[in-house]
């Protein structure tokens, strides 16, 4: 039997694949009101807000922007499950509703990519999105108390454990640890998925996405895109990229970075641009198509998709711009001893 891993490699050798759009935005439009997203729970806070507990509540608003990103060209479905974590939802009460949150989500995501991928033989895959938390493993949140910290390591690795054995029992092909904004808290995503791993017998293949906090390229925790991937690259990611962050013309030279030293898949979903001053995004499609093709040209990206303020018709563009375009060819790094500070630092053999 074909693994996840050797089939999404496959389809990755022989065209750029194209991963989904946001989901924040688009549930926005449906204009929920508290009631669609409290349902018949009885929770004692306002869940209005709570995507993610839509899955529960009210099913067919994930699975219509599921099918809208499939009918659009996607290849992979990000449950939408990015604070569907114990940390976040205990902001909503809902924190004892983790795993059936995950594990319906990526019910509701399996089946429309195995619905999809039945219609016309080509593979759909399923990515279990896992976000940052609130919290953080290398900075304090108490400028008079620089030692601090609101959560621990095996605390961490924990939360991050409960949702990943969900979305892998609900069907989900890979976790996708996104948004990373500090790299401890993606080493502790690692741990937490390497356990689910053992703990089932199989590999649960992994994707890691950094976001950006300044255009000097580092994300919060202070590190560059090279010095990530050096911290990273032990755990053998299926995919390495960026998402969030900033519009596509932002990333382009982290983007460049990143492709000529990752010696696995580049995945990169930028913003739909920069939020104007009502926080809303103005990019339009052929606008991100355009930026995100000329990353393909130069061979540079494997998988592309979009973030904060991405639609349908954002991915539909992007999937026609990138059309018959050959996928970046992996690297293959000279051996050589690569350790990760805030910078990298690369020792010759």
């Given at each position: ?42 929770l004692a806070r306002d869940q209005k807000g709570n995507n993610d507990i839509l899955a529960l509540t009210k099913p067919e608003v994930p699975e219509a922007i599921h099918r809208a990103y499939f009918e659009a060209g996607a290849d992979i479905a990000e449950t939408n499950t990015f604070s569907a974590n114990r940390i976040s939802q205990a902001d909503y009460g809902a924190e004892h509703l983790v795993r059936e949150i995950n594990l319906e989500s990526a019910r509701l995501a399996r089946r429309l990519a195995d619905e999809y991928a039945a219609r016309d033989g080509r593979p ?226």
């Amino acid at each position: 039997m074909t693994s996840a891993r050797e089939a999404f490699l496959a389809e990755a050798a022989r065209r750029i694949l194209i991963t989904d759009g946001a989901f924040g935005t688009e549930i926005q439009g449906w204009n929920l009101a508290e009631a669609d997203y409290a349902g018949s729970l009885g929770l004692a806070r306002d869940q209005k807000g709570n995507n993610d507990i839509l899955a529960l509540t009210k099913p067919e608003v994930p699975e219509a922007i599921h099918r809208a990103y499939f009918e659009a060209g996607a290849d992979i479905a990000e449950t939408n499950t990015f604070s569907a974590n114990r940390i976040s939802q205990a902001d909503y009460g809902a924190e004892h509703l983790v795993r059936e949150i995950n594990l319906e989500s990526a019910r509701l995501a399996r089946r429309l990519a195995d619905e999809y991928a039945a219609r016309d033989g080509r593979p759909r895959f399923v990515a279990g999105a896992i976000g940052p938390t609130n919290k953080t493993l290398s900075l304090s949140p108490d400028v008079n108390d620089p030692g601090y910290r609101e959560i621990d390591w095996d605390t961490l690795v924990d939360v991050y454990r409960e949702q990943a054995e969900a979305l892998v029992e609900g069907g989900a092909d890979f976790i996708l640890i996104e948004t990373v904004f500090d790299t401890l808290n993606a080493k502790a995503g690692i741990m937490a998925v390497k356990q689910v791993a053992q703990a089932l017998g199989r590999e649960v293949p992994l994707m890691l996405s950094m976001t950006l906090t300044d255009l000097s390229g580092r994300n919060l925790s202070g590190h560059t895109v090279e010095a990530f991937w050096y911290a990273v690259r032990h755990a053998r990611p299926l995919t390495i990229g960026l998402n969030c962050s900033f519009g596509a013309t932002q990333l382009r030279p982290h983007v460049k970075a990143l492709s000529e030293i990752a010696d696995a898949l580049v995945m990169v979903y930028p913003n739909a641009g920069l939020p104007n001053e009502l926080g809303e995004y103005d990019e339009q499609p052929a606008e991100t198509a355009g930026y995100v093709r000329e990353w393909a040209e130069h061979g540079q990206v494997n998988v592309l998709g979009g973030c904060c303020g991405s639609t349908p018709e954002h991915i539909a563009v992007m999937a026609r711009a990138v059309e018959g375009l050959a996928p970046r060819k992996l690297t293959t790094p000279e051996v050589a001893t690569r350790l990760a500070g805030l910078e990298p630092f690369t020792m010759a053999a």
